[in-house]
């Protein structure tokens, strides 16, 4: 059996090694990742109660369509400080005023909102946070994001104050990274820079009121959508904006896979990823899950659970 060693270099085609008899001296190629052609923007704050009910639906937009745009979360300056504060549209003038209306939100989402941190221990500034976010986000988006929810969690669920230095720490912790560390760096000017850098680009979107998200194409002309909005209000935009591509979604992660990634759901979110009713939830945990494996516990009158 003739072998071909691959120290010959061939004098004519200038090619070490095994090149073939079929190899072309000059070929053109690409090996480039294809480009995202959509930037997706998510205008947000840490304290914004509508923020916190979309998160069923923009974790399910997110995983089933992520492959199709580069995301983009901007901190939108929510509570700079309550002196000269007014929010007439919804009658907020007030840190006692916010209670009432998280608690119409957390009734109408089904997301657990408390509130009564309104009252007890007020939160001074959605700044404190946010820079915290931003300096985690220059280190690593993914743990700023897993930041951002485990705030929230804390926040409107569980009633703690995460503008205050003993709960941050914490909080980030818990996500693996130095809290006392990042939140001494939060205090510093280069955090306000970050933060403005997101108020400048979020004036520049044209975004006033959150959540808002933007997605824009190649051409630079976008759809903005203003709310928590449902599943498909994001499906079309994004199709509108690729109309020559069939959108296909992504499989859903199973709910073991999805537990060890968010740690704790509530009923609402498992509702909205697997499109199944409240009253099939707990039938579909004891079917999906060992139960060995995860707790459930409720929360003003809703069913969330948790990883052990």
Known sequence: METKNNMICD??????????????TMEFIDLSTPKKAIELYYVTDPICSHCWALEPVLRKFVNQYGQYFNMNTLMGGLLEKWDDFADVSNGISSPADVAGHWREVGEHSRMPIDGTVWYDNPIESSFIPSRVYKVIQEKNRDLANTFLRRAREELFAFNKNIAQDEILIHI????????????????????????????QLVRELGVRGFPTIVMVNEEQKGVRIVGARALEDYTNALQQLLPDVTLKSKQLSDLDQLLQQEKLLFSREIEEYYSIEKNEVVAFLQKQLPQDAYEVNSILGEKYIQVK
Do not use: H, R, Y
């Open 11 to 24: 004098l004519e085609t200038g090619i070490c090694g095994p090149g073939g008899d079929d190899m072309n």
């Open 172 to 199: 980030v912790n818990e996500v693996g990274l130095n809290g006392e560390e990042i939140v001494n760096q939060s205090k510093l000017p280069e955090a306000n820079t970050l933060l403005q850098e997101d108020f």
